[in-house]
C-alpha cells in the first residue's frame, strides 16, 4: 500500500514538473515567428522519415504485445503504423507549416468617439493536453496543431502505443531543436500511469488551460467528468438525417447512404433516419431499399413497420444509441417540427442534416436545431475540419463554449484586446 | 442536524426545479425574435419606473437590517437604491434593447471547392447564473444583458439585499410576460442559503451553461474553486502602467494620476507604477509629486528609495495586493523588458498600459504582455464594456477561454456552423 501512495506521489511530482516546463515553454513560444514555428514542422516531418526504421520497430513492440493480449482487431488497426502511415504524418506536418499562422491576427476592431482605436488580437491559449489511446499519429498531429497556435501541449498516449509514441515524439522534439524553440514545448508524459491522466485533468495548478481527450466514450466520459479545466470534446455523435416530403428523392436516397455507409466508425456518420410523415408513401421505401442493398441493418419505429413491416423494431434505446457499425434507426416525423423535437430529445448536438427543397424548411431546421453543425442537403459525413477548409483538427467540440465544431488551429487560440490611445484620460 | 440535512435537500431540489424550469426556456428565448426581446425589456423599463415606491420600500428593508447589522459604509453604499438609481436602471435596459440584436449573426462564411457555402452564426449560450452580492441593479442589469444575448438566467443575489432584487426581479418579470416570454426565462433564486450557491455551482446536472461571479475577491474564489461549469470572471485587477523613457511627461502625469485616482475602488485602477530605469532622472519625481498631490500614498521599492527617500518602502506583498484604495507601489525597471518581466510575475492578466513615444517599446509591450487589455497611451480605467462601445458588461474576464476582457452581450453568445449543399456526398 504505502509504496503505490510513494508511486502515485512520485507521479504527481512528475506532472507538476511536466506543467512548470510546458508554462515555462508558452512564453517564448507565444512569441515565436511564424517562420521558426514552421521551420520546427518541416524538420519534424523530415525527422519522422529519416527514422522510419526506428518508429516501426518501435511499432513492431506495440503491435506484437497488443497481439499477445489478444486485442481485437479494430484496436490493432488504429494502432499499427507502416511507410505510408508515417508518410501521412510529415504529409501532415508540412501542411500544418503551409497553413495561415493565427497569432498576432487582428479579429475585428474599431474606433471609439474619444479616439481610442481598439483591435482584438488572437493570441495563443497557453498550455493545452491531449489524452489519447492507441493512435500513435496523434502524438504527431496534434503536437503540430498545438505548436502552430503557439501552444504548449503535454501529450498523454495510451500505454498500448507507449513505444510508438515515443519513437515519434523524438522527431517531434528534434524539429523543435532545429528551429531553436524549447524541446519542453512538446513534452510526451514518459509513464503510463492512470495517476498521470489524473494529474492532468486536475490542471496541474493552474498551469493547463484546456485538455482534448481523443478516444472513445469511456476515454472522454472519464475525462469531461473529472477533469477541473474546460474539455474541448464530445461524447458521442449521435447525427440525424431528416429527409422531408419536399426533397428530392435521388439526392436523398444518395446522401442517407452516404451519411450512414461512407464510414461508419466516424463520429459523423448518421444514426438515425427521420422521415416526414407526408413522405411515407413517396420517400421511405426507396431510401430504405437503398440503405438495405448497401448492407445496413435497419432498425423502424412501429409507423414504419406499420407499412413496411419486414424491418427489426427499433425500441427506446435505439434512439440514444451510437452504432458507429452499419445499423440504422428510422423514424417518421410530423414534418420539420417533429424533426426537430426528435433531435431536441435524442441528439449528442454534434451534426445533423435536412434534406429538403422547401426553403422555409430548411430555415426553420436551421435556425431550431440546437447541433455544433447543421447541413442542408448535404452528407453529415462533411463533419471534419479538413473538409470544412481549416486544415487538420484535433477533434469535433459539442460544448458551446469557446470552441464548438471542428477544432482546427484557430480554435486553440485565445485574443486579447490592444487599445492605442494619444494621451485619454477616463472623465 | 437531520433537520439541516433536509433543509439542504429541499434547496437542492429546489435548484433542480429551477434549473429544468430555465432550461425550458432556453429553447423557445433562442428562437425568440429581436422585436420581442426589446419589447420586454422596455416593458421592464416601465415596470421598473411605476414600481419605483415599491422597490424603494424593499430597499428601505433591506437598508435598515444592514444598518442593525452595522455593515460598513461602502456596503450600505452599494446596497442603497433612490431615484436616481432607479431611473438608472430602466435607462440601462432600454440602452439594451437598443443594441444590435446578436442571435443569428453570420460572423464568417466561406465557400468550399465542393461547392458547398459554410456559415458560423451566432447562437445563445443557454442557461447563465449570475451568482451576485449588495448591490440590487444587478438584477436588471445582468437580467437583460442575458436576455438581449438569448439566455435563461438564474440571479442569486446575496441575502443582504434579497428584498430589493425581489422587487426588481418582479418588474423583469412583468416585462418578460408582456412580451409573451417565459416568466422563467430569468428566474431569481427565492432561498439565500448558501446552499443554493453549491448547487448553482455543480451546474445543476448539466443545466448552467457558464457561471458568473458579481463581487468581491472571496466570492469570486469561491466560486472559481468550486465551480463545475466555466466562469466569466476575474479575481482581482492588479493593473500596472509602464512609463518608458520615451513617454511625454505631462501626458505620463495625466493618465498615470487618472489610471489611479479617478475612481480607486474599481478593477481597472492602477495599483504599480512601473518606471524605466533610464527615467529615474527626468520622469519619476514629476510623477510621484502629481500623485502624491492627488491624495495618493506611494510606496517606492529600494531603487526609488536610493534617489526620494521620504516614500514609504514597498515590500513584497505590495507587487501583489490589489489595493483598491489611493495608494500606488512604485518600482524601476529595466526599460520594457523589465517592466514585461514584472508584469508577467505580478499581474493578475486584468489590463496594463504602457506611456511611450518610442514605437518599437509599444509594439514590444503589446505582443509580451498577456493580459486581457493592453494600452498604449490611454488610462488603465478604459478597462470597461462601455468605454469599449459594446454596450453594458456583466463583468471582466481574465481567463483564455470563451470571453476574455470585458463581457457583453456579443460574449454570452456561442455559436454553430451552417452548411448549405446541393446534394454533396462525401467521396
Chains 1, 2 share one sequence.
Not at 508524459?189 to 493552474?206: H, K, Y
Not at 461524447?235 to 419536399?246: F, N, P
Not at 459525413?381 to 470544412?388: R, V
Request: contains cysteine.
Amino acid at each position: 500500500m504505502l509504496d503505490k501512495v510513494a508511486e502515485a506521489n512520485g507521479i504527481d511530482a512528475l506532472m507538476q514538473e511536466i506543467g512548470k516546463s510546458a508554462k515555462a515553454a508558452a512564453r517564448p513560444l507565444a512569441m515565436a515567428p511564424p517562420e521558426q514555428k514552421n521551420k520546427a514542422l518541416l524538420a519534424m516531418a523530415d525527422a519522422l522519415e529519416a527514422s522510419k526504421d526506428a518508429i516501426l520497430a518501435a511499432n513492431a513492440v506495440d503491435m506484437a504485445a497488443a497481439k499477445e493480449a489478444g486485442l481485437a482487431a479494430s484496436f490493432m488497426d488504429r494502432l499499427l503504423l507502416n511507410d505510408e502511415r508515417i508518410a501521412a504524418m510529415a504529409h501532415g506536418l508540412r501542411e500544418v507549416a503551409a497553413q495561415k499562422d493565427p497569432i498576432g491576427e487582428v479579429i475585428t476592431e474599431w474606433d471609439r468617439p474619444n479616439g481610442l482605436h481598439i483591435e482584438r488580437v488572437r493570441t495563443p491559449l497557453g498550455v493545452i493536453g491531449v489524452i489519447y489511446e492507441s493512435r500513435p499519429n496523434v502524438t504527431a498531429d496534434a503536437g503540430a496543431l498545438c505548436l502552430k497556435a503557439g501552444n504548449a501541449v503535454i501529450l498523454r498516449g495510451g500505454s498500448d502505443s507507449a513505444h510508438s509514441s515515443r519513437a515519434i515524439h523524438a522527431c517531434m522534439v528534434e524539429g523543435l531543436k532545429a528551429a531553436g524553440l524549447p524541446e519542453t514545448a512538446i513534452q510526451l508524459v514518459p509513464v503510463t500511469d492512470r495517476a498521470a491522466v489524473g494529474a492532468l485533468l486536475s490542471g496541474l495548478g493552474g498551469t493547463v488551460d484546456v485538455i482534448v481527450p481523443r478516444g472513445g466514450k469511456s476515454l472522454v466520459a472519464r475525462v469531461q467528468a473529472e477533469a477541473r479545466v474546460p474539455v474541448f470534446s464530445h461524447l458521442e455523435g449521435i447525427c440525424h438525417v431528416y429527409v422531408d416530403a419536399s426533397a428530392d428523392l435521388e439526392m436523398a436516397k444518395k446522401i442517407v447512404v452516404n451519411a450512414k455507409m461512407r464510414r461508419t466508425g466516424i463520429c459523423g456518420s448518421a444514426e438515425t433516419l427521420l422521415v416526414d410523415s407526408a413522405a411515407l408513401g413517396t420517400h421511405l421505401q426507396p431510401i430504405l431499399e437503398a440503405l438495405t442493398e448497401a448492407g445496413c441493418e435497419v432498425r423502424a419505429s412501429a409507423t414504419v413497420l406499420k407499412v413496411l413491416p419486414f424491418f427489426k423494431p427499433a425500441d427506446e434505446e435505439d434512439w440514444r444509441t451510437e452504432y458507429l457499425d452499419a445499423i440504422i434507426s428510422v423514424a417518421i416525423v410530423d414534418g420539420v417540427g417533429g424533426a426537430i423535437n426528435h433531435i431536441a430529445h435524442y441528439s449528442s448536438n454534434h451534426t445533423e442534416a435536412v434534406i429538403a427543397e422547401d426553403p422555409d424548411v430548411v430555415e426553420r431546421f436551421f435556425n431550431e436545431v440546437d447541433s455544433a453543425i447543421v447541413l442542408h442537403n448535404a452528407s453529415t459525413q462533411f463533419a471534419d475540419g479538413g473538409e470544412f477548409g481549416m486544415g487538420g483538427e484535433i477533434g469535433i467540440a459539442t460544448g458551446k463554449m469557446h470552441a464548438r465544431g471542428p477544432v482546427g488551429v484557430e480554435q486553440l487560440t485565445s485574443f486579447k484586446y490592444r487599445v492605442r490611445g494619444t494621451g485619454q484620460i477616463r472623465p
